[in-house]
């Protein structure tokens, strides 16, 4: 992975956090936040932006986990937690699907740049997910609205089924406009023509 990347770390190990700070430029990549525990995580990160968090779970006020979670919320990155312990609760806790590598003390040179490779790439994946899915659900709302427009047109104008996705396709075409679109005018116009309903 060639790419730079900038990134918040937080332990409450001062040890830690200069290994950190010593480690992360040797891979090419930047530490732009250093904090001591979770409240300074989540006021850093939310003030400087970073491309990845790499967080120790259990520190004072907030730990890693809710202060990771508490960031994501504002606007999603990959997260890398690190733990002395191998706990299942805390491996329960961290299956959200902004943490995304979890590493125990001592963390090594190779075992840190090998989580962010696969953090960065876990991370891809689930954004590219998330766009097909969002992609998939406006195509299935699109298509309810086509044909319920398809269906005023049987009814109100009395063409086939055939005839009147062929007018919706023509309007679409003629008026440089989106079926979709095209579809929710025809709607729009179909419950303006409705008698009003008794209040």
Do not use: W
Not at 126 to 155: G, H, S
């Amino acid at each position: 992975m060639n790419r730079t990347l900038r990134i918040a770390v937080a332990d409450d190990d001062a040890v830690m956090r200069q290994y950190y700070q010593t480690i992360l430029p040797l891979l090419g990549h930047e530490v732009v936040a250093v904090a001591k525990n979770g409240r300074e995580l989540v006021e850093e990160s939310c003030c400087l932006r970073p491309d990845l968090i790499i967080t120790d779970i259990k520190m004072s006020e907030l730990d890693g986990i809710d202060a990771a979670a508490q960031v994501c919320q504002q606007f999603p990155l990959p997260v890398i937690l690190v733990s002395a312990h191998h706990e299942a609760e805390l491996l329960s806790r961290a299956s959200n699907e902004h943490m995304l590598a979890y590493l125990v003390k001592p963390v090594k040179q190779a075992d840190l740049e090998t989580a962010i490779t696969i953090a960065l790439q876990r991370f891809e994946q689930f954004r590219n997910l998330r766009r097909e899915a969002a992609t998939l659900r406006q195509a299935l709302e699109d298509r309810k609205l086509i044909e319920r427009a398809k269906y005023v047109l049987v009814e109100r104008v009395g063409l086939s089924e055939p005839q009147a996705l062929q007018r919706l396709q023509k309007l679409a075409s003629d008026k440089n406009r989106k079926l979709a679109e095209v579809a929710q005018m025809i709607l729009l116009v179909e419950d303006a023509l409705l008698p009003p309903t008794a209040e």
